[in-house]
C-alpha cells in the first residue's frame, strides 16, 4: 500500500483513543502547542488495549509499529475499533454502519426512529423501500457476515445515554442524529423549535456524556456548509478556521485573523442549528479536551455504495418530497415520472456536493486519523461546486440519450430566501491532502445509478404515489402556496 493510501502511519498514541493519560494532567493549564512540545519524555500513557506495556512516552509508538492499527483501504484502523453512531436509521447513518463493519470495526448505534415518522407526516416515502432496523441488522448478517448492534434511543435520553456510552466504550462517535432539513425547519414555529432543540440539545448533552464517560473517543460532528452562507465578497470559504496567515485591516491597523474560527451566516433554522453545534463542540473542545473534527458537508446525493449494493434490504432511504429529498435526488426521481424538474429562482445558486459514496469515504478516513486531544478541526467535505441550472441540465441530458425519458425543467419563484447570483469559492484541500481521500464517483455516473434504480417499477410507483409533495410550498415567510412558474424549459434533443 502506497504512504498516500495510509496517511496515518506515522500518526503516534498522542492520538489514539486506546490511551490513557497517566497522573493529573492538567490540560486547561497550557496552550495546546507548546504542551505538546513538552509532551515528549514527560508526559505517561497506558494503552487500555496493550495493558502488558506498561506506562510509556505516547509519541514513542507509531500506528505503523503498534499491532492494533491494521492497514485498511482507508488507511490504518483500529483493530475492531469501537464506533458509536448517532442516528443509525438515516440516510447516511446506515450505509456508514455497513461500511464500517465491514472493515471489521464493531459498530453501534442509536436513533429514534423520528425521521420515518417525518416522512411520513410529510406524505412522502423512500423512494427505496427501507426495512425495520432489525430486519436490516439481520440483512447485514446475512449478505454481508458483519454484525452491527443497534438500540432504539433518544440522543435527548441522557439518562439512558450516559450508562450507554460507559457501556460501549466508543473509540469514535460520528454524530449524524439531527434533522437535516432546511425547508421543514421553516415551516413553522413548532418544527423550527424542534430542529433547534433536537441538534442544539442533542449534541451539549453528547458532549457532557463524552467529557465524563468517552473522554478519549474522537468526535465526527456533521455540519453543513450552509453555515457559511455564500459571502457576496467572493471571500473563500476556508475549512472553518482563518489560515494562519489571514489577517483583518481596519482604519490603518492590521490585526492576524489565523486559526480563528470564519463568519456564519447560516441560510436556515436548520442551518443556524448546525451553527451551534459548531460552537458548542469548539468550547468542549477548549474546556475539557475533548477532540474532534466538524465536517462541514455539501450537498449529498446518490443511493449507492458497495455495501449497500449487495442486496435489496441493505437499502438507505432516498427521500425526494419538499422538505427531505435534496435536489440531485428530486430533479432525477422527477424526472423518472415526467414531472418537472423545479429549479428554484434563477437557478444560478451554487453548492458545494459530493456522492453517498465518496461522502462515507470521507468519514470512515477521519474515523482511522483521529484528531489529537483538545483539536477541533474543520474539513470541507465536497468534491464539486455546481449550479442548480447545471445539475437539471446534466440529469435531461442523461434521462433523454440515456433512459429515452423526456425531461422538463421549470423556474419557479424561489421558496427560500436564498442569494441566486454569488460567488463561490469553497476551499476543501484536507481531506485529499491528509486523509488521502480520492474521489471515486462523478454526478454523472451517480445520476445514472439513480435512474436506474428510480426507473424499477416499484420504485416508480412510490414516485408517482407521491406527486403532490414534490411541489415546493414552504416559503421562508412562513406561507404556505404554491410557487409561480417563471419559465418552463424542454431541453433540446
Ligand atoms: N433547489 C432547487 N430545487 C429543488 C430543491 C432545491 O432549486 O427542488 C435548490 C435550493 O434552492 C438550494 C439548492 O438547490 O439552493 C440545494 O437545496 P437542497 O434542498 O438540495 O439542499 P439544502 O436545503 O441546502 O440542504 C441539504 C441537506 C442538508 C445539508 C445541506 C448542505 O438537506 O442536510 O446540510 O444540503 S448545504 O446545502 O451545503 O448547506
Known amino acids: 500500500m502506497s504512504q498516500h493510501d495510509c496517511p496515518n502511519d506515522k500518526s503516534t498514541c498522542w492520538s489514539c483513543p486506546a490511551v490513557e493519560f497517566k497522573g493529573h494532567v492538567d490540560f486547561r493549564a497550557c496552550g495546546q502547542a507548546a504542551f505538546r512540545k513538552a509532551a515528549s519524555g514527560q508526559l505517561v500513557v497506558e494503552c487500555k488495549r496493550r495493558p502488558e506495556i506498561g506506562y510509556f512516552d505516547p509519541m514513542s509508538i507509531t500506528y505503523d509499529s503498534c499491532t492494533e492499527w491494521r492497514e485498511s ?3 490504518r484502523l483500529l483493530k475492531g475499533m469501537r464506533v458509536l453512531i448517532l442516528g443509525m436509521d438515516g440516510y447516511l447513518g446506515w450505509p ?7 472493515l471489521g470495526c464493531e459498530v453501534h448505534g442509536i436513533d429514534n426512529m423520528v425521521r420515518r415518522k417525518l416522512v411520513d407526516e410529510k406524505g412522502g416515502q423512500s423512494v427505496l423501500p427501507i426495512e425495520s432496523m432489525s430486519n436490516r441488522v439481520a440483512a447485514a448478517k446475512r449478505q454481508l457476515d458483519v454484525d452491527i448492534h443497534f438500540r432504539e434511543m433518544d440522543l435527548l435520553d441522557r439518562e439512558s445515554l450516559f450508562p450507554y456510552l460507559q457501556e460501549v466504550k466508543p473509540e469514535a462517535i460520528v454524530q449524524f442524529a439531527e434533522i437535516p432539513s432546511a425547508p421543514y425547519s421553516m415551516a413553522s414555529v413548532d418544527k423550527a423549535v424542534h430542529t433547534i432543540e433536537n441538534n442544539v440539545v442533542g449534541t451539549l448533552g ?4 463524552m467529557r465524563d464517560h468517552a473522554a478519549e473517543a474522537s468526535l465526527i460532528k456533521l455540519g453543513t456548509m450552509g453555515e457559511y452562507g455564500s459571502p457576496l465578497t467572493g471571500r473563500p470559504l476556508f475549512e472553518g478556521l482563518f489560515p494562519g496567515e489571514a489577517t483583518l485591516q481596519y482604519q490603518g491597523e492590521e490585526w492576524s485573523l489565523g486559526g480563528e474560527l470564519t463568519p456564519r451566516d447560516p441560510v436556515s433554522f436548520y442551518h443556524v442549528s448546525k451553527v451551534q453545534g459548531t460552537f458548542s463542540v469548539y468550547e468542549a473542545c477548549k474546556y475539557w479536551w475533548l477532540r474532534s473534527y466538524d465536517v462541514m458537508q455539501g450537498v449529498i446525493y446518490g443511493s449507492h455504495t458497495d455495501e449497500l449494493a449487495a442486496d435489496p434490504a441493505l437499502n ?3 427521500d425526494i418530497d419538499e422538505w ?6 428530486r430533479f432525477v ?5 415526467g414531472e418537472p424538474m423545479t429549479i428554484y429562482g434563477s437557478g444560478n445558486q451554487m453548492r458545494g456536493y459530493i456522492t453517498l459514496k465518496d461522502a462515507m469515504q470521507c468519514i470512515v478516513r477521519l474515523i482511522a486519523k483521529p484528531p489529537e486531544p483538545g483539536q477541533y478541526d474543520v474539513v470541507n467535505q465536497v468534491t464539486d461546486v455546481f449550479t442548480v441550472r447545471h445539475i437539471a441540465e446534466t440529469v435531461a441530458k442523461i434521462g433523454q440519450r ?3 425519458l423526456d425531461p422538463l425543467i421549470q423556474r419557479l419563484e ?8 454569488h460567488p463561490y469559492e469553497v476551499i476543501h484541500e484536507k481531506l485529499q491532502e491528509q486523509f488521502g481521500f480520492q474521489s471515486e464517483s462523478s454526478l454523472e455516473e451517480e445520476i445514472r445509478h439513480i435512474f436506474k434504480s428510480a426507473l424499477e417499477p416499484e420504485a416508480k410507483s412510490r414516485i408517482e404515489a407521491q406527486r403532490d409533495v414534490l411541489t415546493p410550498r414552504t416559503r421562508w415567510s412562513g406561507e404556505q402556496k404554491e410557487m409561480a412558474v417563471l419559465e418552463t424549459i424542454r431541453p433540446a434533443a
Open 96 to 102: 456508514l454502519a455497513l461500511k464500517l463493519a465491514k
Open 316 to 318: 438507505t432511504r432516498f
Open 333 to 337: 426521481a422527477q424526472t423518472a415520472v
Open 324 to 329: 427531505w429529498g435534496t435536489v440531485v435526488n
Open 414 to 421: 424561489n421558496p427560500r430566501v436564498e442569494a441566486e447570483e
Open 206 to 209: 453528547l458532549l457532557f456524556g
Open 402 to 404: 440515456e433512459f429515452g
Open 73 to 75: 483501504e482507508y488507511g
